[in-house]
């Protein structure tokens, strides 16, 4: 049994949509949804659905079926209960995380909970993502294939155009922290051609997407949990740094999640938000500090340029994001 955890933010619909899909996968699981002080009624939601009160949302464009079967037991957890192991044999719980912890901070319950019942893998599974039926299974393989593996990830498609490629792994440029996708736009049907036209180049670190991730509970108990301190982008790559080299990501190309393109964040697939350019600039600058602290000026000196190049472009938004995180006044929520 593979615990399959979700970060819900004032998004119950696309979490039950999610549930749905998870509900099909042909690998045992049990989903967990950590609400981050949703003030939508999200548990609310998703726990009447679940018990049969409510219906669930439409979803008229789902690109894989979704299970037409509710959970076998919904339990509602605090966050206390659920990190000591607590929830029965409940098939979904829900968990009042207790405030907007960020993603790390949700995961983290969520994967305390997996450490406390001894679970061999943990699924970090966006709640606006479906999945193919197979790609907890495919996860799972290839990290029992070498123990050397900490870190598996799925290829992401785009829920809206699921013939092409958000992109099958991310990769960190080791110079400048900049992030990027690999395989973004490139046809989703043979995904090991999109590893050959777009590798991992000698200057980057590979790590997983981090809408869907695998991880085992040896790299866990070794490495650690995400670092809460980024509060949204950059968790991923910070723990693929940690468990190098002593552990390596693998990518499972056969398995296959649908994204909807940072519903939850913000962005949207033509560009990001203001407020999550400001977080993404925050976290590269919080990355580089703590792993390569010398090259900081380096870092912030491309941000800048960055910053400069979008409003030259007429991208105010990314601009003020990027100088607002240089400056030290993108503020975490409370």
Known sequence: ?????LVNWNGWRDSIACIRACLALDHPARILVCDNGSHDGSVERIAAWARGETPAPDVPDSPVPLSGRRPSGVVILDRAAAERGEGGDAELLLIRTGGNLGFAGGNNVGLRWAL??????AWLLNNDTVVAANALGALVRLA???PAIGLVGSVLAEYHRPGRLQGY???LDLRSFKGRHLGIGVAASDPAAAMLVDPVRPHERCYPIGASMLV???FLRDVGLMEERYFLYYEEADWALRGHPRYRVAIADDSIVYHKVGASAGSTPQGLSARSVGFLYRSRLACARRFAPRRLPWVAACILSEAGRALLRGRTGRAIGAVRALTGRVRVPR
């Open 216 to 218: 085992t509970a040896t």
């Open 144 to 146: 029992d294939s070498d």
């Open 116 to 121: 406390a019942r001894g679970c061999t893998h």
């Open 1 to 5: 049994m593979v615990p399959v955890i």
């Open 169 to 171: 792994a991310g990769v």
